[in-house]
């Protein structure tokens, strides 16, 4: 089936470094990818959604600024956190769509755990 | 606009006891699509179940099994004689034609089967 990567799995960062976090489809080319936010014990959040070779389109109230989303290939999308705080810190999950299979499924990459101190 | 409802947050059973986790959908789209995902601590959503509007069947899987009802807009899922791998957090979700299909997870409800 298809396979959605992420890395790093972990990150710890000093408050106000940059972090970027890699999102894969490993055995399929997918034009549309998802990044989500989870905070502990709250539902998954989506942030944006990643167009190959355009630019990302953002969900109301995430700062495009503060997450840069770059998707350069037809299986690499980059969510870059830019000078991260503690409040950042937070579970991101990337899912992706099979064109295949069409919009109505999407396959979720293992997550990133974020960390800032 | 779409909404999911999970209302119950934590659930909490001892091994072999069977659970039902609570799924409450709106959408006023025609055409749209349920599923169940599961979260074990690693963090992973673990696909479980697609179904679609047009499909009221009932669905076993082993243990698992799920009810659709679009009278109530309610997509439930049981889980029989529960066991300790089954503790996660379960979500619930919903995509719709409205919502250019991307889901719209529910808060989820978090399962914990005592031994």
């Known amino acids: 089936g298809a396979v959605v990567s992420q890395h790093p799995s972990w990150v710890i960062c000093k408050s106000g470094t940059s972090v970027k976090i890699e999102c894969r489809s490993l055995?399929?080319?997918?034009?549309?990818m998802f990044w989500y936010r989870q905070f502990p014990k709250q539902s998954l959040m989506l942030m944006a959604t990643?167009?190959?070779?355009?630019?990302?389109?953002?969900e109301q109230g995430v700062e495009k600024d503060k997450f840069l989303i770059n998707h350069a290939s037809l299986t690499l999308s980059t969510l870059t956190v830019t000078s991260a705080h503690p409040e950042d810190s937070s579970f991101y999950i990337c899912?992706?769509?099979?064109?295949?299979?069409?919009?109505?499924?999407?396959?979720f990459g293992p997550g990133t755990r974020l960390l800032v101190l | 606009a779409q909404k999911v409802t999970q209302a119950q947050t934590e659930i909490s059973v001892v091994e072999k006891e069977d659970v039902t986790l609570d799924c409450v959908y709106e959408?006023?789209?025609?055409?749209?699509?349920l599923f169940w995902y599961k979260q074990p601590p690693s963090g992973e959503l673990v696909f479980l179940i697609r179904?679609?509007?047009?499909?009221?069947q009932n669905e076993i899987s082993g243990r698992y099994s799920w009810n659709f009802q679009k009278s109530t807009s309610s997509f439930n899922f049981t889980i029989t004689a529960s066991q300790v791998v089954d503790s996660a957090v379960y979500f619930c979700?919903?995509?719709?034609?409205?919502?250019?299909?991307?889901?719209?997870f529910g808060r989820g409800t978090s399962l914990i089967v005592h031994p």
């Open positions: 899912s992706a769509r099979v064109p295949s299979v069409g919009l109505k499924t999407q396959y």
């Open positions: 055995d399929f080319q997918a034009t549309t």
């Open positions: 990643s167009n190959e070779g355009s630019k990302a389109t953002y």
């Open positions: 959408t006023r789209d025609t055409t749209y699509y």
């Open positions: 179904r679609n509007s047009f499909d009221e």
């Open positions: 979700a919903l995509s719709a034609s409205g919502g250019s299909y991307i889901p719209t």
